[in-house]
């Protein structure tokens, strides 16, 4: 028996009639809050270089993962192998480069913009503005990144809320030590001054979006 096997095996006996309360008792949204933990408990790991604690929380995620589908297949909607053969089908179509009859691509900008054509023609839909729909859930950091990827990308202006010279020149020579100092910094004179850091920066690129979508 593979590990895999095994651990679809164990998932499943939990669940069962006689199984555990407490996974009897879950659906998918009771243990939102605990996927959340694992994820973070994963980014400490990798941040840690902890390559034991990495196979471990690893293998917590994947928990989550199996536990998901059989929660869906008992309720005769999809079953485990049907999210991996998804995922696997989706990796296969969208790297026509490696698997298909596509052109090589040479570097990982022209693969992310293959794939988001790629994905684009998958879903058969135009996108409504200039930015894609970002999950609700994304932190303000993640999606203030993302927001500034599309600007970046589509050639936006985002006016008078960015200073784009300001941010190229600030990028120049940044690195990860210096760029967390100063973010830290920015976090505490936040609360220094009282204000919310994750509510300024949600609202400011709220006003960015608005602004690069005003006359994109």
């Given at each position: 028996m593979t590990g895999i096997e095994a651990l679809l095996k164990t998932t499943a006996r939990l669940r069962a009639p006689d199984g555990c309360p407490w996974?009897?008792?879950?659906?998918?949204?009771?243990?939102?809050?605990?996927?959340?933990?694992e994820v973070c408990e994963l980014?400490?790991?990798?941040?840690?270089?902890?390559?034991?604690?990495?196979?471990e929380e690893l293998g917590d995620l994947l928990f989550h993962v199996v536990l998901h589908a059989q929660m869906a297949a008992e309720a005769g909607k999809f079953d485990f192998d049907a999210v991996a053969r998804e995922v696997n089908d989706k990796m296969v179509r969208r790297h026509p480069h490696v698997f298909g009859e596509g052109a090589r691509l040479q570097d990982s900008e022209a693969v992310i913009?293959?794939?988001?054509?790629?994905?684009?023609?998958?879903?058969?839909?135009?996108?409504?503005?200039?930015?894609?729909?970002?999950?609700?859930a994304l932190n303000s950091v993640l999606r203030a990144r993302e927001v500034w990827k599309q600007v970046r990308k589509k050639g936006l202006n985002p006016h008078d809320t960015v200073d784009v010279s300001a941010v190229e020149s600030s990028a120049r020579g940044l690195d990860e030590a210096s760029a967390g100092k100063a973010l830290f910094a920015l976090v505490a004179a936040c609360r220094e001054a009282g204000i919310d850091p994750d509510s300024a920066l949600r609202r400011h690129t709220d006003a960015v979006m608005k602004a690069s979508e005003a006359r994109s």
């Open positions: 996974d009897r008792e879950q659906n998918h949204r009771s243990i939102c809050d605990c996927l959340v933990e980014l400490q790991a990798i941040d840690r270089e902890d390559d034991a604690n990495l196979r913009k293959q794939w988001e054509q790629i994905k684009l023609k998958e879903k058969g839909a135009t996108p409504a503005g200039a930015f894609k729909d970002l999950p609700p």
